[in-house]
């Protein structure tokens, strides 16, 4: 019987798995850093180059010592060790003074406070950054903005209580006006009866509330407000405060008004255009020469307020960066469907142009809580002037790196954590194709 000579195949071979070199570990490594001779030579120089730095800065870190009463007992530790002048990192000042640079100036028995306000941060601003969360969380970011700043100075009770009614009281004015004439006449009605509140019967208010029922904790100057309580407390503030104002101003800046746009502009210009540090002398030292005798506004309040400003000046122009990014037809398509100018903003305009502008926006805000470490030049003690005083101990005279080096662990992770997000938020945001 003659055999059958088939030149088709008649049944599929399985799939065989890929090269080795070409996925996993390998593979990464090869595309990466061996795709061809010269970054092959630049992978192997960086390599080498690290592995001197680590070599060097790996055993400073891990081989230090946590347990000393000053920098002259870790030398005697070293010098018993080793013998042979070799030092490592001295971390007992930080497990001595790591409270002090956080909590400032607060006795053990209050770090409650700033703990607790760092607690209603947190779960304040998580259902803005995670909307999935429950709705309910924004009653907790409403009350925080009260709650936390009678937590960190002190005082009565019934100050943030009867703070936070005039808000509502605004909110309610701003409802009933809008449903009448209009959401600019409703703003500017909610404005009204939330400063007149707090202008004229909040402070009688929270007076007699306290008569009735006392309830009160230790008050803490803002000359004693230090540490990264300090500096939280005013980066908090700047990027909160400072987004609202920024859109506004830049909404301003496209406007067709000419009062109104020359006004935004020459305020951001104004501002861009003068370092942070004069503006920090400005609210120090030079703003009380301006005041009315007898007016007096608090330090870490004047700093809040130009840091703010400094802050919505930068970020406006990102954000006018985004709507000028928007193709016309957006606005045309606004138009047509007969919308009012503000209904197209909130609805269509800026919704696109703040994803457009989340880099920059996030970039600004890393900038300004880093910035904070400016207010110790105006005799306010953020991390590094708590650093600055613990150094000019005896017992710690000559420490730098290890204290120095903790305060940026804590200002990378916050930073970082920031840069995260902001790519979570743009990877969730991607509508279009790449």
């Known amino acids: 019987m003659a055999r059958e000579i088939a030149f088709v195949r008649s049944e599929m071979l399985g799939e065989k798995p890929p090269p080795a070199s070409i996925v996993g570990v390998q593979g990464w490594?090869?595309?990466?850093?061996?795709?061809?001779?010269?970054?092959?030579?630049?992978?192997?120089?960086?390599?080498?180059?690290?592995?001197?730095?680590?070599?060097?800065?790996?055993?400073?870190?891990?081989?230090?010592?946590?347990?000393?009463?000053?920098?002259?007992?870790?030398?005697?530790?070293?010098?018993?060790?080793?013998?042979?002048?070799?030092?490592?990192?001295?971390?007992?000042?930080?497990?001595?003074?790591?409270?002090?640079?956080?909590?400032?100036?607060?006795?053990?028995?209050?770090?409650?406070?700033?703990?607790?306000?760092?607690?209603?941060?947190?779960?304040?601003?998580?259902?803005?950054?995670?909307?999935?969360?429950?709705?309910?969380?924004?009653?907790?970011?409403?009350?925080?903005?009260?709650?936390?700043?009678?937590?960190?100075?002190?005082?009565?009770?019934?100050?943030?209580?009867?703070?936070?009614?005039?808000?509502?009281?605004?909110?309610?004015?701003?409802?009933?006006?809008?449903?009448?004439?209009?959401?600019?006449?409703?703003?500017?009605?909610?404005?009204?009866?939330?400063?007149?509140?707090?202008?004229?019967?909040?402070?009688?208010?929270?007076?007699?509330?306290?008569?009735?029922?006392?309830?009160?904790?230790?008050?803490?100057?803002?000359?004693?407000?230090?540490?990264?309580?300090?500096?939280?407390?005013i980066g908090i503030v700047a990027i909160v405060a400072s987004l609202p104002i920024a859109i506004v101003l830049a909404l301003g800046r496209q406007s067709d008004m000419w009062i109104v746009n020359k006004l935004c502009t020459g305020f951001i210009e104004t501002i861009r255009g003068v370092p942070l540090i004069t503006l920090l002398f400005v609210a120090t030292v030079l703003l009380n020469y301006f005041l009315p005798r007898g007016v007096e506004f608090d330090v870490i309040l004047r700093v809040n307020i130009l840091v703010t400003l400094f802050t919505a000046a930068y970020i406006a122009e990102v954000i006018r960066g985004g709507l000028a990014a928007l193709p016309k037809g957006q606005y045309e398509a606004a138009d047509a469907l007969g919308l009012t100018y503000w209904q197209a903003q909130r609805q269509i305009i800026l919704p696109q142009a703040l994803k457009i502008s989340i880099p920059g926006i996030v970039s600004n805000f890393i900038s300004v809580f880093k910035d904070t470490t400016l207010v110790s030049i105006v005799a306010l003690n953020d991390p590094l002037g708590i650093a600055n005083n613990i150094r000019a101990n005896s017992d710690w005279n000559g420490i730098v790196w290890e204290l120095y080096g903790f305060i940026a662990l804590i200002f990378w992770v916050v930073c970082f954590s920031m840069s995260r997000y902001s790519m979570y938020l743009e990877r969730k945001l991607q509508t279009g194709h790449r």
């Open 29 to 233: 490594i090869k595309d990466n850093l061996f795709s061809s001779v010269s970054n092959s030579i630049l992978t192997v120089v960086a390599l080498y180059l690290v592995f001197v730095i680590l070599s060097g800065i790996l055993p400073w870190i891990f081989l230090g010592i946590w347990n000393a009463e000053s920098l002259a007992e870790c030398r005697e530790i070293f010098a018993e060790r080793y013998g042979d002048g070799t030092e490592y990192a001295c971390w007992a000042v930080v497990k001595a003074r790591w409270h002090q640079i956080v909590f400032g100036y607060y006795s053990p028995d209050q770090y409650w406070r700033p703990i607790l306000g760092f607690i209603l941060i947190a779960v304040s601003i998580a259902p803005i950054l995670f909307p999935k969360l429950p709705k309910k969380l924004f009653f907790v970011s409403f009350a925080s903005l009260f709650l936390y700043p009678w937590l960190i100075w002190g005082g009565s009770f019934w100050t943030p209580i009867t703070a936070a009614l005039g808000a509502v009281i605004g909110f309610f004015a701003y409802r009933y006006v809008t449903e009448r004439f209009g959401f600019l006449f409703g703003v500017l009605a909610g404005c009204a009866a939330a400063l007149i509140w707090w202008s004229f019967i909040s402070g009688f208010a929270a007076s007699a509330l306290q008569s009735a029922i006392p309830a009160t904790i230790a008050q803490v100057s803002s000359l004693n407000l230090a540490g990264f309580v300090l500096s939280i407390t």
